[in-house]
């Protein structure tokens, strides 16, 4: 079976950082063959795309609310991706979920091709 299990979370002042982690385990679970998002979902809001990274380290943004203020970044030894999470608007709080998505053609950002998924972990940002 596989877990994703998300941490960093918290609340934090506008304009501050904090760095996201979600750790995957499984035994049939190839974490490197793997392309990793991070997703957040707002109060009364749909789920959104934030980042995601492929095997091979190519990353895509959602470049309208983050690019430029979000990094992500994965270790495979570690199983893990990050977010790192600079300069944060009152706008950014939301729940924030990874996935994962087996090698496959398409684009890194359709949600629907995720087929594995975090339980979240609620990011605020106060003004």
């Known amino acids: 079976q596989v877990q994703l299990v998300e941490s960093g979370g918290g609340l934090v002042q506008a304009g501050g950082s904090l760095r996201l982690s979600c750790v995957v385990s499984g035994h049939t679970f190839t974490f490197r063959t793997y392309t990793m998002g991070w997703f957040r979902q707002a109060p009364g809001k749909e789920r959104e795309f934030v980042a995601a990274i492929n095997w091979s380290g190519s990353i895509e943004y959602d470049v309208d609310s983050v690019k430029g203020r979000f990094t992500i970044s994965r270790d495979d030894a570690k199983n893990t991706v990050y977010l790192q999470m600079n300069s944060l608007k009152p706008e950014d709080t939301a729940v924030y979920y990874c996935?994962?998505?087996?090698?496959?053609?398409?684009?890194?950002?359709?949600?629907?091709?995720?087929?594995?998924w975090g339980q979240g972990t609620r990011v605020t940002v106060s003004s």
């Open positions: 996935a994962a998505r087996p090698p496959r053609d398409g684009s890194m950002l359709n949600i629907g091709t995720y087929e594995y």
